[in-house]
């Protein structure tokens, strides 16, 4: 660590990390539903556990976002940050937020469409919390008087997001209406913005775990933001199928979103080729086992699995059944989870005061069953959504006498489910006990901080 204010981020790292262990649980619980009984059926039915489930998941993803901002900004800008007591306050705001929405939904105070059902003032909390946060950087930014690429894409990515969270804001009468623009937040923040928030993490990881020129890593980087808007943005058109909009937009939603698998692929390309050509000796093992993983899984999940439905002749028959779910959980999980928790990784020995060699059997158990366990739920709800799409839209049996009918796959979803489980809760305890204390005076131990690079790491051998 060489700035003392970027201890901040070790705060958003945990309340991101303690969130992330919270939605998992009620994903269990919603996939325990599927199989019943149900004893919470009054009090937590399937909706709001659902509910709870997901927008955990992008509060969580979003204080990571933040975290690993306030991680990378000073450094890459070379100060401290511009109000470390902005960035606490600003924390503070937003956990009591994420905590009064999800107690909420609890109690049936939800407003909005699917994903963005926080009610109005909370939605207001978000807004004026997200400029804040864009003051800090910004200003933080403008001290220093300098950036990088890989920094003006991350900052970008953010920037954009809370634009596209506006939106969400206005209550439409009409239902088709509301849902043309939902998708201007939830379509165009994954499959937009958020991958700038990913290639400019994944830029900083590669940097400084392989080594790789920075001159090199952000020419191409351009090219993945490049691709990324080119596709993502009519790509949009793909939620608009069946909504009640003149038929020429599925034509642009099959073509262009057929394109967006193209910057998933540059990200994996991207991360291989930067490994092949500098090495793959970092002492942090763990972070780079996570920023690689990244690049795989959201090129299978988000690339692969999101081409396999992105058609209208294949979206007609699966739209809204358990190949969604499929398609959900591996991408979302490969692009923004193992992302956040790449960068809580690789920020973690400078955070901690942990040796970076030490990249503990338990933190390598803890990626491994993530991988596994997701794989694994993945071909669960895969094998469940086929059989549904089958059984209903085909034969057109009807939902509830389907949804018996899948339930040895709901089994493997909770085997896996499980595994997966077992997975977070050992980073968690990796994070929260087998790394020391954070560390409160900034005093900078070689490693993290400074770029690595081969050459380095031999002179320091020497
Ligand atoms: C990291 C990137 C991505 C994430 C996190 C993601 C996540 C999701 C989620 C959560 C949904 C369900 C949304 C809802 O119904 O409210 C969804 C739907 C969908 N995604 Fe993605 N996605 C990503 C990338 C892609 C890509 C690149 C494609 C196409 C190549 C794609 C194609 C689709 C389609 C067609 C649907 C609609 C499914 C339906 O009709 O029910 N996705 N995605
Ligand atoms: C033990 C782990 C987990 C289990 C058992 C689980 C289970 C479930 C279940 C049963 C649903 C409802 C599907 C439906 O609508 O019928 C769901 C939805 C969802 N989950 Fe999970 N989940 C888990 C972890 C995760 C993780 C780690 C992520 C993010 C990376 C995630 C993201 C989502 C999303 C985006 C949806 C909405 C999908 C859609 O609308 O189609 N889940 N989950
Ligand atoms: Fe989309």
Do not use: C
């Not at 690429?149 to 239902?175: K, M, Q, R």
């Not at 009640?244 to 910057?263: D, I, K, N, R």
């Not at 490693?447 to 690595?452: D, F, H, L, P, R």
Request: proline share 3%; net charge neutral; glycine share 10%.
């Amino acid at each position: 660590m060489r700035f003392k204010s970027q201890r901040v981020a070790y705060y958003y790292f945990v309340v991101a990390l303690l969130l992330y262990g919270l939605q998992v649980v009620f994903g269990l619980l919603s996939a325990a539903k599927y199989l019943g009984p149900d004893p919470l059926l009054h009090l937590l039915p399937f909706d709001k556990t659902k509910e709870i489930h997901t927008n955990i998941l992008i509060v969580w993803v979003l204080t990571g976002f933040m975290g690993a901002a306030y991680y990378v900004v000073p450094e890459e800008s070379r100060t401290e940050i511009y109000s470390e007591k902005l960035a606490y306050g600003q924390l503070i705001a937003w956990t009591l937020m994420g905590l009064t929405t999800v107690t909420g939904y609890v109690f049936g105070w939800t407003a909005g469409n699917k994903l963005l059902e926080q009610p109005l003032p909370m939605k207001v909390v978000i807004v004026l919390v997200m400029l804040a946060f864009l003051f800090n950087i910004g200003m933080t930014i403008r001290k220093a008087g300098r950036w990088t690429t890989t920094e003006a894409v991350l900052v970008a990515g953010l920037v954009l997001s809370a634009l596209l969270y506006l939106p969400a804001l206005i209550d439409f009468e009409n239902y088709t209406v509301g849902i043309f623009y939902r998708w201007w937040t939830v379509h165009l923040w994954v499959e937009g913005v958020w991958e700038l928030i990913q290639g400019g993490l994944l830029a900083f990881l590669l940097i400084r775990l392989s080594g790789a020129d920075r001159e090199v890593m952000e020419k191409w980087l351009y090219v993945i933001v490049g691709l990324t808007f080119i596709a993502g943005i009519l790509g949009t058109a793909h939620h608009y199928y069946w909504i009640g909009v003149p038929h020429y937009w599925a034509m642009f939603g099959g073509t262009f979103s057929a394109l967006e698998p193209l910057s998933f692929f540059g990200m994996a390309v991207y991360a291989y080729s930067a490994l092949r050509r500098s090495g793959l000796s970092h002492p942090n093992r763990l972070a780079l086992h996570w920023t690689i993983g990244s690049a795989v899984y959201s090129a299978l999940g988000a690339g692969i699995l999101g081409l396999a439905h992105t058609w209208p002749a294949v979206n007609k028959w699966t739209h809204g059944t358990l190949i969604t779910a499929m398609h959900g959980h591996m991408a979302f999980f490969g692009a923004y989870v193992m992302i956040v928790l790449a960068m809580i990784t690789y920020a973690m020995p400078a955070l901690t005061g942990r040796d970076e060699e030490q990249s503990s059997a338990v933190g390598m158990w803890a990626f491994w069953l993530q991988v596994a366990g997701m794989f694994g739920m993945t071909m669960a709800f895969a094998t469940a959504g086929i059989v549904q799409t089958y059984l209903e839209h085909i034969l057109g049996i009807g939902y509830l006498d389907t949804q018996h009918k899948l339930s040895v796959h709901f089994v493997m979803l909770m085997g896996t489910g499980s595994l997966f489980a077992v997975g977070v809760l050992l980073f968690l305890v990796d994070f929260f006990f087998l790394a020391v204390k954070p560390r409160v005076h900034g005093d900078s131990r070689a490693g993290s901080g400074a770029a690595w690079t081969p050459s380095s790491a031999a002179q320091a051998s020497k």
